[in-house]
């Protein structure tokens, strides 16, 4: 009997951070793209170099390689790398605040415990007038142990690298000076690195769009009405059309400058598509695109009877008469690196995508191949990880280059030997979170941002068109601007990304030789940097069955987003999006909402922790299901009475008499998601408590409230 042909593993990194120097200043004003680079964009290539039986596709945004290679000049340092290299006795009061306000920006779970002299002065800072004075030490061990959290792989197996970790502390000027030009030195290996593994053959790379923007979006807002057919849109918002094509284009001119010939494929920003820019795409000879699963389900009909429906996402798919082909991803395999297997021992983790992927090919037609497309972030996941998902990632490629009946390919060299495509009749426009656009537009903060880049673009196209003022403009239409915009998102640099953004649209009016107007003085963020928190309305008596049984179950709920597990990244905590709480006379419940669903399969929470402070102190520990085989059970039993699933979402219900309550009492309390080790996922609120009175029986809900 034939064997049948292996299965394909398409992985896309994609590697993106949006133009982040002050159009005012012409400096960078937040320092991500350096760090990363040193800490993810060379190491993620050399780790796959180090498997040469592993093809990945990297996905390459143009202003990430321009600002790459402006930080390899050095002739325009960020703020955090001038404080850097300040010698301690120079700073002044308010360079110095800078520092505390900066310079723990790390995964602390992570990197505390490797570099604990940073957690020391993270104590102290914390402990203000308490604690001694800051010495000039104090201050150089803090740029140090900064710059050395950030060093990746490659850096930490340096000779000076080893040695400053080892010594830990009382840094001297010469060996600060030394770790940041070694620094400096890396980045200027991060471009050639990619073009050599490209020439190579091992790997694939792609671009997006110039300035990373949400091109469906840009060629109709009103394109996010297919998923979403009641969001609120901004007023007076034209049709880009013509610049969504000059992105494109131009994005891919870049790559084809730096690289000798143009990408086979576009991955446009988050995944972000809609039938005018598959249009784009193919009028640019791009040949292949890819975004999320759930835009693939949105699109098409069901039918029980069709085997592409019921079976795994083996193939690339054509929409209508067009030839471009669209990878559809799969999100849980994508969000298992993404989200849940930082917590696991690498080479279980490794083991378990592999069977997952011999389960999908198990499941394919006689004698077909397949392709498994495996798309997320390349930089953000890995301060999850310990050390940084080096192992992680050693593990995946040497279990991929073992295993029988698998090849981890390009998407070129897919299309390239296997034909073979699905077909589908229309494209439903969405991204890859949810679907669907709403994290771009909706809100009236987004509303607002979009209203104030089209009245730019008014000024821009009134004056001429003025080659000046372009490349404000464009960097104001990239996706990252309305993302930290609304309740959806939020970090402690939401004022730095609200001043950015209003700073190129007033760049605009100055090359186009106008008046900046006063509105774009006034911030868009009104809140910035602060979690909203919803208080109870009135009594919930949901059904605990993980999942939101009806719409009024959790109506009279709390509300409370997760606070971002890093500073530096503001990922959602642990791939958490929110909490909801409340009571009725008989126990308290909540209800946990993951970044992306299944709760169960994105989310390495392995237990919930509800601790009381007031009236008196009291709590529990909830041994949460995970999954053993086909079904989902807890390690440990969970306490009598208490009621927990594990399912889209996470509900729990806990008696008032196991944490000692009774009605009528006004309760202060706090809820923690921990994983396998104890450490925290997602704590609610991040600072003090949450507060609600418990329910009176007999009461009508009417004279409830919190």
């Known amino acids: 009997m034939p064997s049948s042909p292996p299965l394909d593993v398409c992985i896309l990194w994609h590697m993106h951070q949006p133009l982040y120097e002050d159009a005012a200043s012409r400096v960078p004003a937040m320092p991500w793209v350096r760090l990363h680079a040193l800490k993810d964009y060379y ?345 940084n998902g080096a192992g992680f990632l050693d593990a995946l490629y040497g279990t991929l280059e073992r295993a029988e009946g698998l090849r981890a390919a390009t998407f070129l060299r897919r299309l390239q030997e296997d034909p073979a495509w699905g077909r589908l009749e229309r494209l439903q426009a969405g991204s890859w979170i949810h679907g669907d656009l709403l994290t771009w537009v909706g809100h009236p903060e987004k509303n607002r941002a979009w209203e104030l880049l089209s009245r730019a673009r008014e000024v821009f196209i009134e004056a001429g068109s003025p080659a000046g003022a372009l490349r404000w403009l464009r960097a104001a239409q990239g996706s990252d601007w309305f993302w930290w915009y609304g309740d959806d998102h939020s970090s402690s640099f939401d004022a730095t990304f609200d001043q950015l953004f209003r700073a190129l649209l007033r760049q605009v009016h100055v090359e186009c030789d106008r008046e900046p107007p006063q509105e774009l003085s006034v911030p868009i963020k009104r809140h910035p940097g602060r979690r909203r928190i919803v208080e109870p309305t009135a009594p919930i008596r949901p059904t605990v069955d993980g999942r939101v049984t009806d719409y009024f179950e959790w109506l009279g709920a709390g509300t409370t987003p997760a606070e971002p597990a890093s500073a530096a990244l503001a990922a959602g905590g642990g791939g958490i999006r929110s909490l909801h709480y409340g009571a009725n006379e008989e126990a308290l419940a909540f209800r946990v909402d993951p970044q992306q669903i299944p709760f169960w399969e994105t989310v390495p929470a392995a237990s919930l922790v509800v601790t009381v402070i007031s009236p008196h102190r009291s709590g529990v520990i909830i041994p949460l299901p995970s999954r053993q085989g086909e079904h989902l059970q807890a390690e440990e039993p969970v306490p009598e009475g208490i009621e927990v699933a594990c399912g889209r979402i996470l509900e729990a219900q806990v008696p008032l008499g196991t944490l000692g309550l009774a009605p009528g009492q006004q309760v202060e309390f706090t809820v923690s998601l921990l994983d396998r080790t104890g450490h925290s996922i997602a704590t609610f609120p991040p600072e003090g408590a949450l507060e609600l009175h418990v329910p009176v029986p007999g009461r009508a809900a009417d004279d409830w409230s919190a």
């Open 43 to 387: 190491d993620m290539v050399a780790l796959v170099r180090e498997h040469p039986g592993v093809q990945v596709t990297f996905n390459l945004v143009p202003v990430l390689l321009d600002q790459i290679e402006e930080a390899a000049r050095g002739s325009r340092a960020d703020r955090w790398l001038e404080m850097a290299r300040k010698r301690p006795e120079d700073l002044a009061e308010g360079e110095r605040l800078f520092l505390l306000e900066s310079f723990f920006a790390v995964n602390r779970e992570r990197v505390f415990p490797i570099l604990p002299r940073l957690e020391e002065l993270h104590r102290k800072a914390r402990s203000g007038s308490g604690s001694p004075p800051w010495t000039p030490t104090d201050w150089r061990d803090l740029q140090v142990s900064f710059h050395l959290a950030w060093c990746g792989l490659t850096l930490r197996s340096t000779s000076l690298v080893r040695k400053l970790f080892a010594k830990g502390r009382f840094f001297t000027e010469q060996e600060k000076h030394a770790l940041l030009d070694l620094q400096k030195d890396l980045l200027r290996m991060i471009i050639p690195a990619y073009r050599s593994a490209l020439e190579s053959g091992q790997v694939e790379l792609s671009t997006s769009p110039y300035y990373h923007p949400i091109l469906p979006l840009l060629c109709d807002v009103a394109s996010a009405r297919e998923a979403s057919p009641r969001v609120p849109l901004p007023a007076a918002t034209p049709r880009m059309t013509e610049d969504a094509r000059d992105q494109l284009l131009s994005g891919i001119d870049s790559f084809t400058r730096r690289f000798g010939a143009p990408p086979a494929g576009v991955w446009l920003a988050e995944g972000a598509l809609s039938e005018e820019t598959l249009d784009l795409l193919e009028q640019a000879g791009v040949m292949w695109t890819a975004t999320d699963e759930d835009l693939l389900h949105g699109s098409r009909r069901p039918d029980p009877s069709d085997p592409q429906q019921s079976g795994p996402l083996l193939l690339p798919y054509r929409v209508g008469q067009r030839k471009i082909s669209v990878f559809f991803r799969d999100r849980i395999l994508s969000d298992l690196i993404g989200f849940t297997y930082a917590s696991w021992n690498s080479a279980a983790a490794a083991e378990d995508f592999v069977e997952r992927l011999r389960a999908i090919a198990a499941k394919r037609p006689a004698g077909a191949r397949g392709a498994v497309a495996v798309i997320l972030d390349g930089e953000n996941a890995w301060e999850a990880y310990p050390d």
